[in-house]
């Protein structure tokens, strides 16, 4: 079993940047392609991207590419979002994930934090 917690959001006005964390509680998550998803208010939940268990590869939502970037500390157990040039439409709860293999659909992770809340302001 992997725990994720997720740090980092707030609430933040139009253009802004925000860095999301996501700690894990076992190194066995460095092993696993860690996801980021993201659910506004009334809407599905969306895909962000998501990064390859060596760093090596990223994938994004084509809303977010050349905003946001994904990076890892394996030795820290940890995932980031860097998101950049915020805008309202960014507003929503943000979670990571992490699953065995890449993929851009939530039904393949198997663990999932909590999520944290990202408000952005216009």
């Known amino acids: 079993q992997v725990q994720l917690v997720e740090s980092g959001g707030g609430l933040v006005q139009a253009g802004a940047s925000l860095r999301l964390s996501c700690a894990a509680s076992r190194p066995t998550v460095n092993n696993f392609i860690m996801g980021w998803f993201r659910q506004a208010p009334g809407k599905e939940r969306e895909f962000v991207g998501f990064i390859s268990s060596g760093g090596g590869y990223t994938n994004y939502a084509g809303s977010v590419k050349g905003r946001f970037s994904i990076s890892r500390e394996n030795a820290k157990n940890t995932v980031y979002l860097q998101m950049n040039s915020l805008k309202p439409e960014d507003t929503a709860d943000y979670y990571c994930?992490?699953?065995?293999?890449?993929?851009?659909?939530?039904?393949?992770?198997?663990?999932w934090g909590q999520g944290t809340q990202v408000t952005v302001s216009s």
């Open positions: 994930a992490a699953a065995k293999r890449a993929s851009q659909d939530g039904k393949d992770y198997d663990y």
